[in-house]
């Protein structure tokens, strides 16, 4: 199997995955979003599972043995890091960009 194609086409999927969602969100809804948008929920659900079905594609198409197995591992590759990103920049920016629904707001010290 090839390791490093895989994990290097599903890191930079979930990168552009999110950059392009962090640029679509920006320029058509502004820099603060609610989640009670209906065309913000499709389209973050949407743009992770065509970058998903993209890098498992170039995977099956750049690889020699166990095309499928290797396709469907970089999809989920992506998605997982897709997740992993959304989280780790919904914590550094809880108010900005991110969609309230994301992440839960941590507690207050009292």
Known sequence: MRWKTIIVVSSV???VDFLLWLAT???LFGAQIRASRLDVVILGMLLPLAFAAFAGVFV???TARRRKLQA???SLLTLIFVIA???VVARIFPQSIIPSWTIPALPTAI
């Open 72 to 74: 469907v591992i970089a």
């Open 60 to 62: 099956y198409r750049h």
């Open 25 to 27: 969100i920006h320029l």
């Open 85 to 87: 990103i959304y989280v």
């Open 13 to 15: 999927a979930a990168m």
